[in-house]
């Protein structure tokens, strides 16, 4: 499947300017394990429901614990075609990515245990997950 369609429906609704921009980080840091790219609404909505479930279900099986996968944003920059969600499981690759990423301007980063989101945006926005 090509590597900014939506994984239910194929659509490429990735902006021009997103993939100007990663093309500019990857001529410096090589090709990336992109895991998420655009994402329709609906893609997005399944996505919010199964988060809502799996939470529903470890709450009911973990009474008083933390559950910590990340939620889908309701109105997420992968619906908008402007955000990336890259395989990166190192600090020294994440470091070389964000720093690159800036440069080439994506002004969004979220930080996961085994990936990067990047999105554009016009402020400066980081978080982790």
């Given amino acids: ?3 900014y369609a939506c994984e239910c429906c ?27 790219a655009f994402r329709c609404k609906e893609h997005n909505d399944k996505l919010i429901e199964e988060w809502s479930q799996e939470r529903r279900d470890f709450m009911r099986q973990n009474p008083g614990k933390k559950f910590t996968k990340p939620q889908p944003a309701q109105n997420s920059k992968h619906t908008l075609g402007l955000a990336f969600d ?34 554009i945006r016009e402020k400066f926005a980081m978080w982790h997950y």
């Fill in 1 to 3: 499947m090509y590597r």
């Fill in 10 to 36: 194929g659509v490429d609704g990735v902006t021009e300017i997103a993939k100007e921009a990663l093309k500019d980080l990857e001529r410096v840091v090589g090709t990336l394990a992109i895991t998420s």
């Fill in 86 to 119: 890259i395989l990166c499981k190192s600090d020294d690759s994440r470091v070389r990515l964000l720093k690159t990423a800036l440069e080439c301007g994506f002004m969004g980063f979220g930080m996961g245990s085994n990936f990067v989101h990047i999105d």
